[in-house]
């Protein structure tokens, strides 16, 4: 179980996350929402312990997570936003070296690789530099590197982003999967219609706050509304979408 416990993270005259609190649970698919700048990347990176909060405490099974972080980043897999990978190396050198990292027996890192690679559809790109490789093949790669030691925590940051039909249609189930045998999934999307199919419950942030955090089937029934699109959109969108759309044509047209 993943826990947060009034997490707040402030940067010099900005709140980006305000006392923010939450349980993922193994066996569940988490959904973690929220507009562009509403704190999900920042709590994410949080998590993993790329940065520290200001206040409050993340438990990762009931124990903070800097007491040990060297033995919780031995359970976690982290897919994040935007794909930082050494373009110079080839997709089975950049897994080969992930696994190494981890400290995975020799054989086994090799038949992983090639696993992968091969469920990914990238084993005849297996020896193309990075740099080569299209948004969603890069992407494919983080994924394989996030899941191959098979952490107990697994935290997915737009993890759709760049792929194909087919390839999401994958992912979507994979998701499912990994829920199923047992890991903690946290699984930050602006794919409300995955996010709706696959998770148990969601949280929504707003303005670094959390506004939701309930099954979506709850949420449905006290807000009357049939959509996590049109739960989301109450909550957490302050535009009037309609309007704008209609503006945008008139400007078009004008």
Request: proline share 5%.
């Amino acid at each position: 179980m993943l826990e947060l416990r009034h997490v707040t993270k402030r940067y010099t005259g900005t709140v980006a996350v305000k006392d923010v609190s939450f349980v993922a649970r193994a066996g569940e698919v988490t959904g973690y929402l929220g507009p562009n700048g509403s704190g999900k990347s920042t709590t994410l990176k949080m998590i993993v312990g790329l940065i520290e909060p200001t206040e409050g405490e993340i438990l990762f099974h009931g124990e903070p997570i800097e007491r040990d972080p060297i033995a919780y980043r031995q359970r976690l897999g982290y897919v994040p936003e935007e794909p930082q990978l050494y373009p110079h190396l080839t997709g089975a050198e950049y897994l080969e070296m992930v696994g190494q990292l981890r400290g995975l027996p020799a054989a086994r890192l090799a038949e992983k690789v090639d696993g992968f690679l091969q469920l990914l559809s990238l084993h005849g790109d297996r020896h193309v530099p990075i740099s080569s490789y299209s948004k969603g093949m890069r992407q494919k790669i983080l994924l394989a590197a996030a899941l191959l030691h098979n952490p107990e925590l697994v935290l997915l940051d737009e993890p759709f982003s760049g792929l194909d039909v087919n390839s999401a249609l994958v992912l979507r189930g994979l998701i499912g999967e990994l829920a199923a045998h047992g890991k903690v999934v946290l699984f930050s999307s602006h794919e409300l219609d995955t996010v709706e199919r696959v998770c148990s419950r969601v949280v929504i942030l707003h303005k670094g706050r959390v506004v939701a955090n309930d099954s979506i089937a709850e949420l449905r029934s006290l807000m009357a509304l049939p959509t996590l699109e049109g739960i989301f959109s109450q909550l957490a969108v302050e535009q009037d979408t309609a309007a704008v759309t209609r503006q945008i044509v008139q400007v078009m047209e004008g």
